[in-house]
Every structure is written in structure tokens, then in C-alpha cells.
């Protein structure tokens, strides 16, 4: 069994929650719109990091990270990309990647939206975290935590960091 940290929409900030929640995972998987590269260093400090760069995300984000990512981990193939879609409504490059690689999992970011979804058509799990970072529209910062065993997503749990806004630290 992995277990997994799942995380997007950062925008340069990296609340210090996240290191709690993600101190016993095994891997973490960051979805784009990075911000700094900053955040990629401070979590490779943590655990091992997989990360795929956003459409905010500078030269030297993109250097350091992917496009997209296709792995495995435990018998579940897995595609990450930023800019994915949902099912039913995938972004072109998602859809011919989705149909080039078959996955049995989705994970995207990019609209801030938390949402955890099957996709009959395509026969995969989709996974977009929300957003976790202080930018954008989203009411409130959300990351994702589960586990993969023997084929299969388990243990799968939302974990809410608190409103966009950011608290006045004493």
C-alpha cells in the first residue's frame, strides 16, 4: 500500500498545515499552478514529489516539472496534467491523452473546484484536489489524502485547510 498527499493550485504559498496532513504519506502529487518554485523544494523536503506545471507557472517551474505525467503505482495507471477538464467536458489534450493511455486514474487541477468522480465512458476515477493556495475564487482550500492498494483507491479523504482568506497570524 502508497499512500498519497494530492495537492494543486498553490499559487507560491504553501500553508504549514499541508506538513502535518501529508507527513505520513508516502508520496506527494502536486497538480500545477505552482507559483514559486519555492513550494516544490519545500515539499521534496517532505517526501518524494510528483508535479506537473500550470498556466501560471514561469520557466523555471517548467523546467523542474512536466507537462503531464503517466505512471503507475500499484497496478493503477495514472495521468496528471493541470488544465484537465471533467468528465464529459475534457480539455482536447486531456481527451487524446486519456485515449492514448487509458488510466485508471485522472488527476488534474486548474478550476478550483474539489471534486472526485467516476468516469464510466473512460473507465478511470477523476481527481482534481480543489485549489490550497490563497488565489482565486474558491470559497474554501481543499486537498486530497487516500491510498493505493492492490488496484484500487481506498481511504480516500478531503481535508479542508480553512477559508481563501488568509488569517492574521499573532
Not at 506537473?52 to 503531464?68: A, L, Q
Request: aromatic fraction near 8%; include cysteine.
Amino acid at each position: 500500500m502508497i499512500k498519497i498527499g494530492l495537492l494543486s493550485d498553490t499559487h507560491g504559498e504553501l500553508d504549514e498545515r499541508i506538513f502535518h496532513h501529508f507527513k505520513e504519506v508516502d508520496e506527494i502529487w502536486h497538480a500545477g499552478d505552482i507559483g514559486d518554485i519555492s513550494v516544490i523544494d519545500q515539499l521534496a523536503k517532505l517526501k518524494p514529489i510528483k508535479s506537473v506545471y500550470g498556466n501560471i507557472d514561469n520557466s523555471e517551474i517548467r523546467k523542474e516539472t512536466n507537462e503531464f505525467l503517466f505512471f503507475e503505482r500499484n497496478d493503477l495507471k495514472i495521468l496528471m496534467i493541470h488544465i484537465g477538464g471533467k468528465p464529459g467536458r475534457y480539455s482536447k489534450q486531456s481527451y487524446e491523452l486519456i485515449k492514448k493511455y487509458k488510466p485508471d486514474v485522472f488527476v488534474c487541477g486548474h478550476s478550483h473546484i474539489l471534486f472526485v468522480q467516476h468516469d464510466k465512458s473512460n473507465q478511470m476515477i477523476c481527481l482534481n484536489p480543489g485549489a490550497c493556495g490563497y488565489k482565486g475564487f474558491h470559497k474554501v482550500r481543499t486537498i486530497l489524502r487516500f491510498d493505493i492498494d492492490l488496484g484500487s483507491l481506498k481511504n480516500l479523504e478531503v481535508i479542508e485547510l480553512g477559508n481563501r482568506s488568509k488569517l492574521i497570524k499573532d
